[in-house]
């Protein structure tokens, strides 16, 4: 007896144990163990000899409802199915139910929540949703001012027609960016994201960046460089670090009124010389404290006065993160609500070793 308590003790799936009663021949919850004990959280007089069913609802499609528990003979060992249970200071689980039958003619009833599943059940139904809305939304303004073309095109002057046509165009480039996003996530999923690591110039790098968003920008913001000439070259793969730095700077001005400041500062790191931290600082809407954990989920779009006006997916965070971590380095940030956000992105410099090691690396790899 003592052998299965303390089998049980140190198992981390919870486990109840139930009694056969006499004469009903229901089954009675008689102990559980310490897993359970911390999934269920609640008082002992709620479980202690009350039948199992009370306890967890059977899933309709239940292959073994507990119902007919005492009508199942001992030797049927081991069934399964899912059900919910609702815990004392929780919202309800789904769990995996397993009964297994032991020898001394007691019930063990295994119960694994499986909220990983269901999380990413969840995630894919959002995933979809949300996609299908993206594709939508450019789709449905391509079509309509193609038609309006169509049926209207020559009673249109020239001007209104290459507003129309820049419209068309406008939507494809966002379809354009909806599908390159939605395949790096797919090659992020997939673990297929290749870095080719080579020494950049951080300055250069970002002063094209900068070109190119200002360029694109329907109203101005400022932007502010201030990286010394002589920083060092940081060790990167040049088309994921501009990615990275694109969405960054580029949620900077987003997420911020015209004529506010973008800065984007790059140093080597005083206490890790091996180091360059970049940081792309805005005086925009900053992020609520509460959706900072979240921020680099993907899908995650925070309400916001912008968020509203500007087109985005929420994937951009998502693959910046996954990004840097792929070239070995981290992401951070902290914001002030209606004060702005500060994106920090550390990445290390390009050092003769770290350069001999990846050719050493790559020379090994073409050879075998
Ligand atoms: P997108 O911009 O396509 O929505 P991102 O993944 O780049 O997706 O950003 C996710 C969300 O984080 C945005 O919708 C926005 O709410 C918030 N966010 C990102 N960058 C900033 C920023 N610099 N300031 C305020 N909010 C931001």
Redesign the pocket.
Do not use: H
């Given at each position: 007896m003592e052998t299965l308590e303390t089998f049980l003790k140190q198992l981390s799936t919870p486990v109840l144990v139930c009694q056969q009663d006499n004469p009903s021949g229901e089954w009675r919850i008689q102990s559980w163990n310490p897993a359970f004990q911390s999934m269920w959280d609640g008082s002992q007089s709620d479980l202690i000899g009350k039948t199992p069913d009370h306890l967890i609802q059977v899933d309709a499609r239940a292959q073994a409802p507990l119902i007919q528990l005492k009508t199942i003979p001992p030797e049927t060992h081991l069934l399964m199915h899912t059900g919910l249970i609702y815990p004392a200071s929780q919202q309800a689980l789904r769990v995996k139910v397993k009964y297994d039958w032991i020898e001394d003619g007691r019930l063990l009833i295994w119960i694994e929540p499986f909220y990983e599943d269901m999380a990413l059940t969840q995630a894919h139904a959002d995933f979809v949703s949300t996609v299908s809305h993206e594709f939508r939304t450019p789709l449905t303004s391509i079509k309509g001012f193609a038609d309006t073309l169509l049926r209207y095109g020559t009673n249109l002057d020239t001007e209104q027609q290459k507003r129309f046509i820049s419209i068309i165009k406008h939507q494809a480039d966002r379809l354009t960016r909806l599908v390159e996003n939605l395949l790096t996530v797919s090659k992020i999923g997939a673990q297929r994201n290749d870095v080719i690591f080579r020494p950049i110039g951080v300055k250069r790098s970002i002063e094209r960046i900068v070109q190119s968003i200002e360029a694109k920008l329907p109203e101005p913001r400022r932007f502010k460089i201030e990286i010394p000439e002589n920083l060092p070259e940081v060790w990167a793969d040049p088309d994921k670090f501009e990615q990275v730095l694109m969405?960054l700077i580029d949620?900077?001005a987003?997420?911020?009124y015209p004529h506010s400041e973008v800065t984007i500062r790059a140093f080597v790191q005083p206490e890790h010389p091996d180091q360059i931290q970049i940081d792309v600082s805005?005086q925009?809407?900053?992020?609520p404290e509460e959706h900072l954990p979240n921020?680099f989920n993907k899908f995650?779009?925070?309400d916001?006065p912008l968020?509203r006006e500007?087109e985005?997916?929420?994937?951009?965070?998502?693959i910046?993160k996954s990004l840097t971590h792929a070239m070995g380095g981290q992401i951070s940030v902290v914001?002030t609500l209606d004060k702005g956000?500060t994106?920090t992105v550390v990445l290390p410099v390009a050092s003769p070793q770290r350069q001999t090691e990846t050719h050493l690396h790559e020379g090994l790899e073409a050879k075998s």
């Open positions: 969405n949620n900077g987003k997420y911020s805005d925009g809407v900053g992020i921020i995650s779009r925070i916001n968020t500007v985005g997916t929420g994937l951009g965070l998502y910046t914001s956000s994106f």
